[in-house]
């Protein structure tokens, strides 16, 4: 009876509501292609879902994900921007932005959006915008400002820091924190970071630089030994060579 005294209405929002989970199941296809290294993939979920909502901010924030694993990083920000218009208070769309704008070489447009995120209580991997923040103020030479970015994303997380503990002993070698370095690096390798390559590289560096050689060594035949036809494994190669 309340649908026939409303009119036509249940039979709207019932078309609308199917449409909206029509196109929410082809964001998710999309999601799991991304997490499978299939960005073409996704791409092609996105077109479908879009042809039906077109104003679902993930369905635009996959699509600048899509673009970014795919190096399109100006199709890329067109996309978050995109994203960001139609959420824009949305924490996780706000990192990627920021990280876009990173790559473009855009630093002072990238720290907005950056700490908006950091900034957001309620956003669960805000460790990831802080790390971005991290590397911001690494590049500029504001080490300060870096450390204090990281501290707080590894504070955040310690379990998921990988790249935020790899950065702050980069930041402490040039300090001449030896030590302090090698306990980050160490760190950016364990449990989840354990396929840091160029963390492991890192570590076996500092350690050469530290006199600890067997450490070292053990080190750079590993790093041949996880990641084989890789850069860092040739890296690895051209430090044993140089090593008693």
């Not at 996309?79 to 990192?95: C, F, G, M, Y």
Request: one cysteine or more.
């Amino acid at each position: 009876m309340f649908c026939l005294w409303l009119g036509s209405g249940c039979s709207s929002v019932g078309r609308s509501s199917e449409k909206q989970m029509a196109a929410e199941q082809w964001v998710g296809l999309a999601e799991e292609a991304l997490a499978d290294q299939d960005p073409t993939g996704a791409l092609q979920a996105l077109a479908s879902a879009e042809e039906i909502d077109e104003r679902n901010p993930q369905l635009h924030h996959l699509r600048a994900l899509a673009f970014l694993t795919k190096n399109d990083l100006p199709t890329a920000l067109e996309s978050v921007k995109r994203a960001r218009e139609l959420a824009p208070k949305n924490s996780a769309i706000a990192t990627t932005a920021g990280k876009i704008l990173m790559d473009l070489g855009r630093s002072d447009e990238a720290e907005k959006p950056l700490l908006q995120a950091a900034r957001d209580p309620l956003y669960r991997d805000a460790f990831r915008a802080r790390t971005n923040l991290g590397i911001l103020n690494q590049r500029r030479g504001d080490w300060v400002q870096a450390r204090f970015h990281l501290d707080r994303a590894i504070s955040d997380s310690p379990e998921l820091s990988c790249v935020a503990r790899h950065v702050r002993g980069q930041i402490s070698l040039k300090q001449g924190r030896l030590r302090e370095a090698i306990q980050d690096f160490e760190g950016a390798v364990r449990h989840i970071c354990a396929g840091f390559g160029e963390a492991r590289l890192s570590l076996a560096s500092a350690l050469v630089a530290d006199r600890q050689i067997d450490r070292a060594k053990r080190e750079l035949f590993l790093i041949q030994e996880k990641f084989p036809g890789t850069p860092w494994a040739e890296a690895a190669m051209g430090h044993l060579r140089g090593l008693p």
